[in-house]
């Protein structure tokens, strides 16, 4: 039971986002740099977070994206329910794709969706400032130098 | 974010013993039929289902296998924790193959194993007993004519 890569690069963007200053712009080439990731799957990334209204981008040479919203108005469960592609936790929940025969007389369908509002509802209570270690109230500068 | 194939089948064999009699056995060939799942597959699945004791086997020629507890005393909860390979919500989960460089000062590990709990916790509080819909307080009958 894992997220996706897609997902979980979607909330490192954010996070790495969320410690920059006000006015401060980070490239597709920083965070991949920083995070170790292929260019190629962040443009992805940034692009959607961009339609979904989570960050803002800037063209041209000194262009470059920022969180749209503060962070701690960011909610980790509605980027997951956004980004992840299939929250169908077992072959049940997939009306075309469901071939087992006693769906009719389950229950475990409905078990398997409880449980999914329980995860689902605990990531609510989150948002992307809290995902970074607070110190003193702000968060902790996310530093290239201090965590490589 | 789906359980294995592995961890659904292992539910639909419990679910489908659940319905049997005292004292009668179904076959793996049976519940293959009965399911339209792979022989093979599901070789597998009972072998370990044997394994953790969930299930009795008789050899022979009027062998199979029937539930060796009370369904009500399965835990959906703790048969996904068996058979569950990977719990690992993110890639910060496993220690070994963990690259993500702001792990030092990020609580997304701690929020996700949050919901992963809670997930977990809900699922504990049902049994294959109660994956099966109730009528008149018995489980209305698994019946392939009926179904089918």
Same mark, same amino acid.
């Given at each position: ?57 800037? %063209?041209g040479?000194n ?11 960011i909610g980790?469960?509605?980027?997951v %329910? ?11 929940f ?6 087992c025969?006693i ?8 078990i398997?969706s409880?449980a %999914?509002?329980?995860?689902?509802q605990?990531l ?25």
């Amino acid at each position: 039971m894992q997220l996706t890569h897609y997902t979980d690069y979607s909330l490192r963007v954010l996070i790495y986002l969320s410690q920059k200053q006000p006015g401060e712009l980070a490239t597709i080439s920083e965070i991949a740099e920083f995070h170790g990731i292929s260019r190629n799957h962040l443009v992805k990334v940034v692009h959607n977070l961009s339609t979904y209204g989570y960050i803002q981008t800037l %063209r041209g040479k000194n262009g470059g994206m920022c969180l749209a919203w503060p962070a701690a108005e960011i909610g980790i469960g509605e980027v997951v %329910r956004l980004t992840e592609p299939n929250m169908d936790i077992a072959e049940c929940f997939n009306k075309e794709n469901n071939s087992c025969v006693i769906s009719p007389v389950c229950n475990l369908k409905s078990i398997l969706s409880d449980a %999914r509002s329980s995860f689902m509802q605990t990531l609510d209570s989150y948002t992307v400032a809290n995902a970074l270690n607070m110190q003193g109230g702000t968060a902790k500068k996310i530093s290239i130098k201090a965590v490589k």
